[in-house]
């Protein structure tokens, strides 16, 4: 069984340049997750689909982080503009509904 | 979703049997116990679950207290790529609660 692909796996862009991420989550997975992983922190929940409709966004920043997941299937996750503090690592993982959630190997932003 | 007390680190030699400690004392009846490692410049990886009953796969073995309020990860024979951060989370399945990742443990496997 194929895993959670994301893409690309790393990225450098100037500050107030935008960036967007693409992931493909598990075949058959309805859930999708959106993570944020500031360096010496534990991942911290962005966004949440479930099917193509969103269930929690509380924790993204709206003013500039915008997410969509088409058809249910692959997402992408954007920021723009970018700022310094983004630089994170982005994850995505999926699950079947909302149990063990099984996690892509992740983006590394750097933001300059 | 209960919260989680873990050690920030901890060393294990390697051969033997790495014991992760993990406190959630507010847990709730219907929460399980979920551990996740991460291992460096990779997204984290599903090792065990359980509610009450105490769990055992290929990978790890999770031993949960009678009051639930502790938990214990058992890596049998602790190998170098075991060394991770490794995180204890508590929460609802089959519900849309969040996942809450801590600072979870660093583990140290040395030869």
């Known amino acids: 069984e194929a895993g959670v692909a994301q ?10 340049q935008s960036v967007a991420f693409w992931c493909n989550p598990i075949s058959g997975h309805a859930t999708l997750y959106w993570y944020q992983q500031i360096l010496g922190q534990g991942p911290k929940l962005l966004i ?7 269930v929690d966004d ?3 920043p709206k003013d500039r982080f915008s997410a969509e997941r088409l058809k ?3 997402s992408t996750l954007k920021i723009q503009p970018a700022k310094l503090e983004d630089s994170a690592v982005y994850l995505c993982a999926s699950s079947l509904v909302s149990d063990t959630q099984y996690f892509g190997p992740g983006t590394r932003l750097t933001v300059l | 979703d209960a919260k989680t007390t873990q050690p920030p680190s ?7 049997a790495a014991n992760l400690p993990c406190n959630h004392s507010t847990i709730s009846g219907n929460e399980y116990v979920y551990w996740y490692r991460q291992i460096h ?34 890596l049998p024979h602790a190998t170098l790529r075991d060394t991770a951060v490794y995180y204890c989370i508590v929460r609802v399945a089959y519900n849309f609660n969040k996942f809450y990742f801590g600072s979870g443990t660093k583990l140290n496997v040395k030869p």
Do not use: W
């Open chain 2, 41 to 74: 410049s990779q997204g984290p990886q599903y090792i065990i679950h359980g509610l009450k009953n105490n769990e055992t796969n290929e990978m790890a073995s999770l031993i949960i207290t009678e009051d639930r309020k502790s938990s214990t990860l058992i």
């Open chain 1, 7 to 16: 893409s690309p796996r790393y990225k450098i862009i100037e500050k107030r």
């Open chain 1, 58 to 60: 509380s924790q993204l």
């Open chain 1, 72 to 74: 249910g299937v692959d």
């Open chain 2, 10 to 16: 901890m060393d294990c030699a390697e051969g033997r």
């Open chain 1, 48 to 54: 949440q689909f479930q099917n193509n409709g969103v």
